[in-house]
């Protein structure tokens, strides 16, 4: 059985930056395509950032230039650069598969851009 612990996230001002990260517990990580996602308050969830097995990377538009997805698949650990954040990306973010599967989804980690 696997499970997503996200860590990291905190409160910072705008232009700030932090660096989650998503440990999986259980199976090895490396040979599934990944993701960040987040919800904000009153929002549903979105996909923000995913990569697949082979490091091929994707992000919405909204966070291009600024967010960085990688993994280490033998620390079973996948990682989410923020650089300059804003207020906009204050949310929850959570790991999982993508797509993402329900089973997965665990407590994420509070992101707040404010100043």
């Known amino acids: 059985q696997v499970q997503f612990v996200e860590s990291g996230g905190d409160l910072v001002r705008p232009g700030g930056s932090l660096k989650l990260s998503c440990a999986a517990s259980g199976r090895a990580l490396g040979i599934e395509d990944m993701g960040w996602y987040r919800q904000a308050p009153g929002k549903q969830r979105e996909l923000v950032a995913r990569?697949?097995?082979?490091?091929?990377?994707n992000y919405i538009n909204s966070v291009k230039g600024r967010f960085t997805i990688s993994r280490d698949n033998a620390k079973k650990t996948m990682y989410l650069q923020m650089n300059n954040l804003k207020p906009e990306d204050t949310a929850v973010y959570y790991c999982n598969y993508w797509p993402s599967r329900i089973i997965y989804w665990g407590q994420g980690t509070q992101v707040t851009v404010s100043s």
């Open positions: 990569i697949d097995s082979g490091g091929i990377t």
